[in-house]
Nanobody, 124 residues
Framework: QVQLVESGGGLVQAGDSLRLSCAASGRTFRSYDMGWFRQDAGKEREFVGFISWNGGSTAYADSVKGRFTISRDDAKNTVYLQMNSLKPEDTAVYYC?????????????????WGQGTQVTVSS
């Protein structure tokens, strides 16, 4: 499995932007589809988006489409979540996750490696 460490969370105001990073260990980063999820207190974990192992495909939850962008830098073993026009309802702990690119489980399932999460708080 791959080890994941998120960073970049913080407290921002509504309308601000924030970029989260997720650094992965190991030499097989390109074997993994990478996803972002979030979970607010008392709520279920929510799929935010994903990027395929080769960067050729992305998909986003309707709640973030047009505001959030996922990218990856394979040379740095890092995946990013660029968040623009943040809203108070985006407040949550954000987790990155990895799944093997050969996984047959339909998206957003099949993620087997998870980071520890980073808190994003958006004030109104």
């Amino acid at each position: 499995q791959v080890q994941l460490v998120e960073s970049g969370g913080g407290l921002v105001q509504a309308g601000d932007s924030l970029r989260l990073s997720c650094a992965a260990s190991g030499r097989t980063f390109r074997s993994y589809d990478m996803g972002w999820f979030r979970q607010d207190a008392g709520k279920e974990r929510e799929f935010v988006g994903f990027i395929s192992w080769n960067g050729g495909s992305t998909a986003y939850a309707d709640s973030v489409k047009g505001r959030f962008t996922i990218s990856r830098d394979d040379a740095k073993n890092t995946v990013y979540l660029q968040m623009n026009s943040l809203k108070p309802e985006d407040t949550a702990v954000y987790y990155c996750a990895a799944r093997n690119r050969f996984t047959l489980v339909p998206m957003p399932g099949g993620f087997s490696s998870w980071g520890q999460g980073t808190q994003v708080t958006v004030s109104s």
